[in-house]
């Protein structure tokens, strides 16, 4: 069955770095659209970065200039690095799939199929 397995995340000051992961198995790599999602205490989930079968990325505006999101094919997995990090940068950041293309859906939470635990992200 389908897996997304995040890591990564942690406590680093403002300004600093942190690269997440998320590793997938149980499909094939190919026609999906990969998404990371975050939600901070009494927020909404809220999409950050995506990245399409094509390779193509989108980011919330929030996050521009900061965070890349990739694919790393050999892997399966999908990275996302952060830098320039904030506080309001704090929260659990998810992984989201679909075995479809993202097609402007990639802020939908209802969109994706499959979701991972979580990684928390604080930032001071």
């Known amino acids: 069955h389908v897996q997304l397995v995040e890591s990564g995340g942690g406590s680093v000051q403002a300004g600093g770095s942190l690269r997440l992961s998320c590793a997938f198995s149980?499909?094939?790599?190919?026609?999906?659209?990969m998404a990371w999602f975050r939600q901070a205490p009494g927020k909404e989930r809220e999409g950050v970065a995506a990245?399409?079968?094509?390779?193509?990325?989108s980011y919330a505006d929030s996050v521009k200039g900061r965070f890349t999101v990739s694919r790393d094919n050999a892997n399966n997995t999908v990275n996302l690095m952060m830098n320039s990090l904030k506080p309001e940068d704090t929260a659990m950041y998810y992984c989201?799939?679909?075995?479809?293309?993202?097609?402007?859906?990639?802020?939908?939470?209802?969109?994706?199929?499959?979701w991972g635990q979580g990684t928390q992200v604080t930032v001071s």
């Open positions: 990245i399409d079968s094509d390779g193509i990325a």
């Open positions: 989201a799939a679909r075995f479809t293309r993202c097609g402007g859906r990639q802020w939908a939470t209802d969109y994706f199929t499959y």
């Open positions: 149980g499909y094939t790599y190919s026609g999906h659209c």
